[in-house]
Structures are given as structure tokens and as C-alpha cells.
């Protein structure tokens, strides 16, 4: 019987601005290749914000993405599609 499958969890804090420089290019490159295979090969990933992001951004956040796949048409939701780009 197959593993079941896991969620990816990627922290973007190489991009803050905060956290720039406690970071390389490479580590930016990382996350960069992290994203896009989650995206590419599952659809889904966790975003780690618990370092950078207050609870109250927090569930702004997850209240904005559920009103954007609640009351968004599918074409509006086709427009962010992986379609449109790789």
C-alpha cells in the first residue's frame, strides 16, 4: 500500500524583505523550485507564515482565499490557472 500523500510546507521568508539577508541566492532558488513542483505535481502546499504573519493577517488571509473560491465564476478561477503559465 502506497504512503498517503503529504502536503508540502514552504516558508517564503527568503523573499521577505525582512529576512533578506539571512539568506542566499540559493535558498531563494530553493523555495523558487519547492513552489513550483508543489504547484506542478500536487496543486496544493502549505505556506508557512507563523514567523512573519500576525494571527489577525492570518485569517484575513484564509477569509479572502475563501471568499475568492466561494464566489469567484470558474473563469474567473481559470484565470490563475497553471494553464497560463507552466
Do not use: W
Not at 25 to 54: E, M, P, S
Not at 59 to 73: A, K, P, V, W
Amino acid at each position: 500500500m502506497p504512503a498517503p500523500l503529504t502536503l508540502p510546507v514552504i516558508s517564503i521568508s527568503p523573499y521577505l524583505p525582512t529576512q533578506h539577508d539571512q539568506y542566499s541566492d540559493l535558498d531563494r532558488a530553493r523555495v523558487a523550485q519547492d513552489l513550483h513542483r508543489a504547484c506542478r505535481d500536487i496543486g496544493f502546499f502549505y505556506l508557512k507564515v507563523n514567523d512573519y504573519v500576525t494571527e489577525t493577517e492570518r485569517q484575513r488571509i484564509l477569509d479572502s482565499g475563501r471568499e475568492f473560491f466561494l464566489h469567484s465564476t470558474e473563469e474567473e478561477k481559470a484565470t490563475i490557472g497553471l494553464a497560463h503559465g507552466d
